[in-house]
């Protein structure tokens, strides 16, 4: 066997042995192209310790939705009815996110994939600290990579600092247009908040949901009919 080879095999066993090496430390990189597949991802979360919340949780909640969604939905964390399903936004604050989107005729089905900042519920559905989301973060990154939406909502402040880095108020921003690595975003209030305000009136969250969810179906309407022409 030539050295080149030798060499070659060392390198293809050196990277499998890292890999597996992952969901243990969250010091371990997780270099862009590490998973081929969603599969593969949730294999590796569902066996998570790179941070505490790996100890209390009943399932990892890694996503749902179209894998080559055009839209990609970000939320911050599972609570008690997506740690018991392993499944984000399916409680209240899940009906009513389905409900904003087939108001202007988007589906988890065809148009969407929701996920997380973090896959693990933490304790008491606290905010995330900021070394569990850095140990997540790469995990997330992959599945942006593996999916290539065109847009992504960022739902609540969280899931904005934890991809852009902004630590401005969800209330400042929500309904702007962001650019991050080539890709559209735009943070949106998260269902919850809509329902701890419910009015509909002209002016409340509701009300501007409403404006910026139609803003996303206009983008989403533009980009389809560039990419078509």
């Not at 919850?192 to 002016?203: A, D, H, I, Q, T």
């Amino acid at each position: 066997m030539s050295n080149d080879i030798q060499l070659s095999l060392f390198n293809e066993e050196s990277k499998f042995h890292q890999k597996q090496l992952i969901p243990t430390d969250g010091k371990i990189p997780v270099p862009p192209g590490t998973y081929t597949n969603m599969s593969e991802l949730a294999q590796h979360c569902n066996q998570c310790d790179r941070c505490e919340l790996g100890k209390t949780r009943t399932h990892a909640v890694v996503g749902r939705g179209n894998l080559q969604a055009p839209i990609m939905i970000i939320g911050e964390a599972p609570g008690q009815n997506e740690d018991e399903t392993g499944l984000p936004f399916v409680g209240r604050s899940g009906q009513l996110l389905e409900n904003i989107l087939a108001s202007v005729k988007l589906s988890t089905e065809h148009d969407i994939y929701i996920c997380n900042i973090n896959k693990c519920r933490p304790p008491n559905n606290r905010v995330p600290n900021p070394n569990e989301m850095a140990a997540c973060l790469p995990y997330l990154l992959e599945q942006i990579r593996l999916v290539d939406p065109k847009i992504i909502l960022l739902t609540g402040a969280t899931a904005v600092k934890g991809i852009t880095g902004d630590k401005r108020g969800i209330t400042k921003i929500r309904g702007q247009w962001l650019e991050w690595q080539g890709r559209l975003c735009m943070p949106i209030f998260h269902p919850s908040y809509l329902l701890r305000n419910p009015s509909k009136e002209v002016g409340s969250p509701k009300w501007l949901m409403w404006q910026d969810i139609q803003a996303v179906r206009n983008k989403y309407d533009e980009i389809s009919n560039n990419s078509a022409s």
